[in-house]
């Protein structure tokens, strides 16, 4: 019986962590979709391309060793040991080691695509090839160590239950050093510097995409619970569900009405962002904050993201045609540090002094360092070998064609 009881519970357990790795799988098309219809039709089959070749590559090189890179024994805290393609011996005997491979995989594929998004319409086909492997290979796994695989950070008490800074502002903030090196596209800028609006063709297939991406969260958050047999664990997955619910729905309403009173009119570009914006917010918490913080964090982020579209496209002149660093760099910045305020065990909010949040604090700027450094390397480098922007003729008349000989339409 006892035995019984035992496998049904691996068998649940197993069984909960492969669909919510399906589910967010399913992000890809979002991010796909969310990319293609806030850009130009005549690179919608160049954003299909990376957003396939990035899951592609990730899956491989992640598989290969990124994996071990970032779960391996610890050494010193910042790296795991290395297994290329788990030829050692014992992978494969513990229930679990296939599910969390492929688990981990599908996030790691998240944080590279979030990449395409900011340097979109201008970056050659190659290049994305490129720092897609860069990112699989090394910048994720080693970051991703030092905190879920038991490195520094987590020594430290860092918490970031599914990514706002791991995965998110990870891949935004290589994305702002990406954008940053590569220059705006030709006619974002006005002589004088003022910016020109590129408006997307198809904000359908972007209200898609966003709504394929909340459902995905539902993977992406509940999931990072990694069990779901007994009592605490069903709790805990409809806690995270509803947290992760309220602050999309949050973020989404709150940057609605900015745009409605900054900008005179409720704007459904600004409000899909929003929602997006409140679900990286509230992914590092999502487990420690009650459903009233879960509002908070939504409205601080929604309320955040038009700001900071608008400093990275009139201050900065970073032109991102997805508004991928504000919505993954900075609310996944700002949802790791929200952690310390309403987190009801160890929160400012509730009594509990700046500990926490100082230590989120830490994290944060890591991860900036780490990944904006890292990113600037990698694009000076492409950027300098000649290979990471399109020609001039290619950009204005679109990467579809040029660079792969075919039209998303017809």
């Known amino acids: 019986m006892e035995d019984t009881l035992q496998g049904l519970q691996i068998g649940i357990d197993n069984m909960w962590l492969l669909i919510a790795a399906f589910m967010v799988m399913f992000m890809q098309p979002g991010f796909a979709m969310v990319e293609a219809g806030f850009t130009r039709s005549k690179n919608t089959a160049n954003i299909l391309m990376k957003n396939m070749m990035d899951f592609c590559i990730g899956s491989l090189l992640y598989w290969a060793i990124g994996f071990t890179l970032m779960y391996g024994d610890s050494i010193g805290g910042i790296i795991g040991t290395p297994d290329l393609f788990f030829i050692s011996e014992g992978f494969g005997d513990n229930y679990s080691d296939y599910a969390d491979l492929f688990f981990q995989t599908v996030f790691a594929a998240t944080a590279a695509t979030i990449v395409s998004g900011a340097m979109a319409e201008r970056t050659e086909f190659i290049s994305y090839l490129i720092f897609s492997i860069f990112i699989t290979l090394f910048v994720y796994p080693i970051s991703g160590h030092w905190t879920w695989g038991g490195g520094w950070l987590s020594e430290l008490g860092f918490h970031d239950f599914a990514g706002s800074s791991i995965v998110h502002s990870c891949g935004g903030w290589l994305g702002l050093a990406g954008a940053a090196i590569i220059g705006p596209r030709i006619g974002k800028y006005k002589k004088d510097g003022t910016p020109n609006a590129i408006p997307g063709h198809n904000l359908a297939l972007g209200a898609l995409g966003v709504f394929i991406l909340w459902f995905g969260w539902f993977g992406f958050n509940p999931g990072s619970q990694l069990a779901a047999a007994g009592t605490d664990n069903a709790v805990a997955i409809g806690h995270i569900a509803v947290t992760t619910n309220l602050a999309a729905a949050a973020g989404a309403v709150t940057a609605m009405i900015v745009a409605w009173v900054r900008y005179k009119r409720p704007t459904l570009s600004l409000t899909l962002n929003g929602a997006l914006a409140g679900l990286v917010a509230i992914t590092a918490g999502c487990d420690a904050v009650d459903p009233i913080g879960a509002v908070f964090i939504g409205i601080i982020a929604g309320f955040a993201l038009p700001f900071a579209v608008e400093f990275f ?81 290619i950009e204005e008349e679109g990467l579809d064609i040029y660079e792969h000989g075919e039209s998303a339409y017809n």
């Open 313 to 393: 496209d009139k201050v900065l002149k970073i032109d991102d045609p997805v508004g991928a660093v504000s919505v993954h760099g900075v609310c996944g910045a700002i949802g790791t540090l929200l952690v310390g305020v309403f987190s009801t065990s160890e929160g400012l909010a509730y009594g509990h002094g700046v500990h926490a949040l100082g230590i989120q604090a830490i994290g944060v700027l890591t991860f900036f360092v780490w990944a904006f450094g890292t990113g600037v390397i990698l694009f000076t480098i492409l950027k300098k070998i000649g290979i990471l922007r399109v020609s001039a003729r």
